[in-house]
């Protein structure tokens, strides 16, 4: 269906749990796990498959499997093969820290998933450790090696750009994608929930990276796309920006967030949440209604640069 200002919304990311087998240090605070979403507030499969079929008749078409860490809850290959089967439902993809990928990748693949996004900030073991408080870096290593085997392709990188931590490994993610099928795509950071933001890391914004590579040629970006897309001569990858603060793309925002506690969030930077437990309760009619109604609430853009109040949710409890 079209929003309030003419948008096709036909994208909705879910938000399987808020746990999460890392800790990165601009995502979560560091006693983030201490008031995790209790188990019983966290939505049941059976009401996250019926929140998928409404959504699937009011036009959404890709689900975002995502979290917190999505491999991590019990059941998400039945939980994505139910997904995939939806009448309407045309892809489903998965946004993963990759670390539980070496075991799940085929079987993702069979339950449908298309591809999966993998988020890897760093290729130095320790300072990996370092900015997940305690991840294995060969284990994502051998995730992305499993998830190409498994035919998850093209898989997209996720790169958070962190001043002072990972900006001297541009050069070698751009690298990357002259040898590899891979799509690498740089975030920018967000100022987000309670996380170590601001403090420990500066903000670069896209352009500053682009400027660095001149040698990057753009390329036609995917429909939909929230990133602006550029390859190396010759490269068998791409190299993406993601501009959420210094570019917004606002005007061509397709989607619509599920929180796992059960709130539609209709812009990731603002506060408003729409509570989808209660309609749950109701007739299916009801249900479209709601949903309806939240993506009526879509604003026509965020207020990050204007002097919005700071978002609340931390970002493992929102899916990103
Ligand atoms: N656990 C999965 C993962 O690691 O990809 C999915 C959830 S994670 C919240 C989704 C993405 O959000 C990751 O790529 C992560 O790096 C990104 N992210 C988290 N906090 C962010 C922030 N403050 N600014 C920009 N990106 C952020």
Do not use: W
Not at 94 to 101: C, K, R, S, V, Y
Not at 291 to 301: C, G, W
Not at 303 to 315: F, K, Q, S, T, Y
């Amino acid at each position: 269906m079209k929003d309030n200002f003419g948008r096709e919304i036909n994208y909705l990311r879910i938000s399987v749990t808020d746990r999460c087998n890392l800790r990165c240090r601009y995502c979560m605070p560091a006693d983030g796990f201490a008031n995790i979403i209790p188990r019983e507030e966290i939505l049941s499969f059976e009401e996250i498959e019926r929140l998928a079929q409404a959504a699937a008749k009011i036009g959404i078409s890709k689900i975002r499997l995502t979290g917190g860490e999505p491999l991590v809850r019990h059941g998400i290959v039945e939980l994505a093969s139910k997904i995939s089967s939806i009448e309407g439902i045309n892809e489903v993809v998965i946004t993963t820290n990759g670390l539980l990928l070496e075991d799940m990748a085929e079987d993702l693949k069979k339950a449908g998933v298309s591809r999966v996004n993998i988020s890897i900030d760093t290729m130095d073991p320790e300072k990996y450790s370092h900015i997940t408080r305690g991840g294995k870096l060969e284990k994502v290593m051998r995730g992305i090696e499993a998830a190409e085997r498994a035919g998850l392709t093209p898989i997209k990188l996720n790169v958070v750009a962190l001043g002072g931590f990972n900006d001297d490994e541009f050069g070698d993610f751009i690298e990357l994608t002259r040898e590899k099928p891979y799509i690498v795509r740089f975030i920018e950071l967000m100022p987000i929930g309670h996380a170590d933001v601001g403090d420990s890391y500066g903000f670069i914004s896209n352009q500053e990276i682009l400027e660095r590579f001149p040698e990057l040629v753009p390329v036609d970006n995917e429909k939909y796309s929230v990133s602006d897309d550029f390859m190396l001569p010759g490269g068998k990858g791409k190299v993406g920006f993601i501009s959420a603060l210094s570019n917004h793309f606002c005007a061509t925002c397709n989607k619509i967030r599920l929180t796992s506690d059960g709130k539609i969030k209709p812009c990731l930077h603002s506060n408003e949440e729409i509570d989808m437990k209660g309609p749950l309760a109701l007739s299916d009619d009801e249900l479209l209604r709601a949903l309806t109604l939240s993506i009526n609430h879509k604003a026509e853009h965020h207020l990050l640069n204007e002097g919005a109040a700071p978002i609340e949710r931390d970002m493992n409890k929102i899916g990103g």
